[in-house]
């Protein structure tokens, strides 16, 4: 059922919740990451923090454009 919802069951259609869902989940991912970040450095491998450095600056990229294109469709 959840693949054929459009919005009739959660009022939300689902390019929508699609956006809301993405944003949701580039910011938890960056909250995430910074656990990963603090055990690389913990264990004294800055290569690997640096990795998931760049992971959460991608991912914090993606939550701000998810934001920013959310705010202009509920603008419009």
Request: negative net charge.
């Amino acid at each position: 059922m959840a693949g054929q919802e459009s919005g009739q069951v959660t009022g939300t259609p689902d390019k929508d919740y699609d956006i809301i869902w993405f944003t949701e989940q580039c910011l938890s991912n960056v909250l995430r990451l910074e656990t990963y970040v603090q055990d690389a450095e913990r264990a004294g491998d800055s290569e690997l923090a640096d990795f998931f450095r760049r992971a959460q600056g991608e991912s914090r990229k993606g939550g701000e454009q998810g934001k920013q294109l959310l705010a202009k469709r509920l603008a419009g």
